[in-house]
């Protein structure tokens, strides 16, 4: 079966993350969004850790699900067209910061298990380490190579992904985390990886340029700080729903399908700049400034498009044989956002959001595979549109750098104003549901505590400097170009 799977998320009991990172709020949107298997996050954190041996039962070999009358509350909540089943896989983010060769090395590793006896034998071994208890991704002062060899030793089947490589403060691959290979981080344990995780601010595409990457499978995920953010990037598997099929997907590449993308641009580090002084720079205009603000003189950060022209060698449009493919999408609500020209969060278009998806589906689904056509008859002319130019990759770009989200559209401004003068685009729609308990759509979940309105802080950081950065190249490539293929 073909499915989703989004395996890098957090739980509420990491720093900055939502307090509805919970079981339930975050099987509510994995329905939503149309993801069938949900890495936990955080199995090191003692109260997580005991929340999800409560809260869950065995599913398929090495899956989890929630117990009946747990998911059965929360089914009652959605539309009869997000009724799919979800599963839960063991996994948790790892923060290193350790001195090799007289330097410092931060580097985020992603730790997947199959039980919770193994999870629990890789937490006392760590719990030795250090305070796995102050934050859901803890901090270790721990050599990459040493955590890698504590995976392997907890238990069969336990595997290490690399988390988001090329992100420039905490990655393995990042500019400013001290490898430039895969290899001189694990060392002689090397061989035990076969996954790499690409990150918010690159895709495949870029990664086909470094020959090293060649025998990792590139995966994708959302690294979700709430569960409205699920499934902003995933990974597609083509497998029985079995942990162990998953794992051997990625080790082979059979029934591993490819991942879903942002468009790197819209990622917060796609290119080089200092927030600060809101300079954004492409990497040959940093090497022409020495790596240093040109406004005040301080070090830019050097972003991911950068680092990847460092380490590449081959030329951009090389793809390895046999790769996977992969689409560049655009979150659903951003879309219906910009139509609407009202804020993201706003309930004109959570309501619209709700009222699309009980009529075709999952946002994923709407976004990859709904005909336009029926998008279109269900009354919803501009976002048809917006969905063709989606799949064409015919999007318009301003790209992140130094920690600020960028910003995707489909539409220019004039677009948009000529459509105002048509009647309401949506007057048609049936209105969303008021009562929290419908079983036709919800919006807005109620468990213990209310979900919030899908969180869009990309857009939001984007609109509250009004200023554009001191640069931004205008190359057409960078503005609009095709997608890549999947």
């Known amino acids: 079966m073909r499915y989703y799977a989004?395996?890098?998320?957090?739980?509420?009991?990491?720093?900055?993350?939502?307090?509805?990172?919970?079981?339930e709020h975050l099987a509510w949107w994995a329905r939503r969004k149309g993801i069938t298997v949900v890495g936990t996050g955080d199995f090191t954190h003692p109260a997580w850790f005991e929340t999800l041996r409560t809260q869950l039962v065995p599913a398929e070999p090495g899956l989890f699900r929630l117990r009946e009358e747990t998911d059965q509350q929360i089914l009652r909540q959605l539309p009869a067209t997000c009724q799919g089943d979800v599963r839960f896989l063991l996994s948790v983010e790892i923060s290193t910061i350790y001195k090799r060769a007289e330097r410092t090395r931060k580097v985020h590793h992603l730790i997947y298990v199959p039980d919770f006896d193994t999870a629990a034998k890789f937490n006392r071994r760590l719990g030795r380490i250090g305070n796995l208890g102050s934050d859901g991704r803890p901090i270790l002062g721990l050599d990459s190579r040493d955590l890698l060899e504590i995976t392997?030793?907890?238990?069969?089947?336990?595997?290490?992904?690399?988390?988001?490589?090329?992100?420039?403060?905490?990655?393995?691959?990042?500019?400013?985390?001290?490898?430039?290979?895969?290899?001189?981080?694990?060392?002689?344990?090397?061989?035990h990886i076969f996954a790499a995780e690409t990150g918010l601010s690159s895709d495949p595409a870029m990664n086909w340029q470094v020959s090293a990457l060649d025998s990792y499978r590139l995966v994708s995920n959302s690294d979700a700080h709430s569960p409205p953010m699920l499934g902003r990037e995933a990974t597609v598997f083509d497998t029985e729903l079995d942990y162990f099929a998953i794992r051997r997907a990625l080790e082979t590449g059979e029934g591993f399908s490819g991942?879903?993308?942002?468009?790197?641009?819209?990622?917060?580090?796609?290119?080089?700049?200092?927030?600060?002084?809101?300079?954004?720079?492409?990497?040959?205009?940093?090497?022409?400034?020495?790596?240093?603000?040109?406004?005040?003189?301080?070090?830019?950060?050097?972003?991911?498009?950068?680092?990847?022209?460092?380490?590449?060698?081959?030329?951009?449009?090389?793809?390895?044989?046999?790769s996977a493919?992969?689409?560049?999408?655009?979150?659903?609500?951003?879309?219906?956002?910009?139509?609407?020209?009202?804020?993201?969060?706003?309930?004109?278009?959570?309501?619209?959001?709700?009222?699309?998806?009980?009529?075709?589906?999952?946002?994923?689904?709407?976004?990859?595979?709904?005909?336009?056509?029926?998008?279109?008859?269900?009354?919803?002319?501009?976002?048809?549109?917006?969905?063709?130019?989606?799949?064409?990759?015919?999007v318009?770009?301003?790209?992140?750098?130094?920690?600020?989200?960028?910003?995707?559209?489909?539409?220019?401004?004039?677009?948009l104003r000529r459509s105002a003068a048509i009647p309401a685009l949506f007057d048609d729609a049936d209105p969303p549901l008021a009562s929290p308990t419908s079983a036709t759509h919800e919006r807005e979940p109620d468990f213990s505590t209310r979900v919030q309105p899908l969180s869009m802080a990309r857009r939001g950081a984007a609109q509250k400097n009004q200023s554009s950065p001191a640069r931004l190249p205008e190359t057409p490539a960078r503005k609009c170009k095709s997608a890549s293929p999947r």
């Open 152 to 191: 392997l030793e907890s238990g069969a089947g336990s595997y290490l992904v690399p988390a988001h490589i090329w992100t420039p403060h905490f990655a393995v691959l990042g500019s400013r985390s001290g490898f430039d290979a895969v290899t001189d981080c694990y060392a002689d344990l090397t061989g």
């Open 259 to 322: 991942t879903v993308e942002f468009f790197p641009e819209e990622g917060k580090y796609h290119l080089d700049g200092h927030r600060a002084c809101n300079v954004r720079l492409e990497p040959a205009e940093t090497r022409a400034h020495s790596e240093l603000c040109p406004v005040c003189g301080k070090p830019l950060t050097v972003g991911v498009l950068h680092r990847v022209e460092e380490l590449a060698d081959r030329p951009e449009g090389s793809r390895p044989a046999g």
């Open 6 to 23: 989004d395996l890098h998320i957090h739980s509420k009991y990491s720093r900055a993350c939502s307090k509805d990172c919970d079981l």
């Open 325 to 394: 493919g992969f689409r560049s999408l655009a979150p659903l609500p951003e879309m219906m956002s910009e139509i609407l020209q009202v804020g993201p969060k706003s309930k004109t278009v959570l309501g619209e959001i709700a009222t699309l998806v009980s009529r075709l589906g999952p946002e994923l689904a709407i976004l990859e595979q709904a005909p336009t056509a029926e998008i279109d008859r269900a009354g919803w002319p501009l976002l048809a549109e917006a969905v063709t130019r989606l799949r064409r990759g015919e």
């Open 396 to 415: 318009i770009r301003e790209a992140g750098y130094d920690g600020e989200y960028g910003v995707i559209r489909l539409f220019q401004p004039d677009e």
